[in-house]
């Protein structure tokens, strides 16, 4: 059975840093491309970011790009993502997936930015 079980979240206000963590199990994680998506309130799913099976080509939405940064350990099967100068347009249950619609994610953690 696949589990991804995300953590890390919280709150924090603007300017604020996170890591968000995924440990994984049930499927072959180094053989497999993994992605971040996230869902605001009242919106749909949106992909944050991807990252290859070695982790030496990463891919981000322009909304996040130069702030958060996605990384990978294949020895611990754990997914990481990195959240820097964070802004309230931010404030977001954040899931990792199998793939970038999120159609296979976990539960989520939640990150909420507020002063």
């Known amino acids: 059975e696949v589990q991804l079980v995300e953590s890390g979240g919280g709150l924090v206000q603007p300017g604020g840093s996170l890591r968000l963590s995924c440990t994984t199990s049930?499927?072959?994680?180094?053989?497999?491309?993994m992605y971040w998506v996230r869902q605001a309130p009242g919106k749909g799913l949106e992909w944050v970011s991807e990252?290859?099976?070695?982790?030496?080509?990463?891919n981000y939405a322009d909304s996040v790009k130069g702030r958060f940064t996605i990384s990978r350990d294949n020895a611990k099967n754990t997914l990481y993502l990195q959240l820097n100068n964070l802004i309230t347009e931010d404030t977001a249950m954040y899931y990792c997936?199998?793939?970038?619609?999120?159609?296979?994610r976990g539960q989520g953690t939640q990150v909420t930015i507020s002063s």
């Open positions: 990252i290859n099976t070695a982790g030496t080509w990463t």
């Open positions: 049930g499927f072959t994680f180094i053989t497999r491309y």
């Open positions: 997936a199998l793939d970038r619609r999120g159609n296979a």
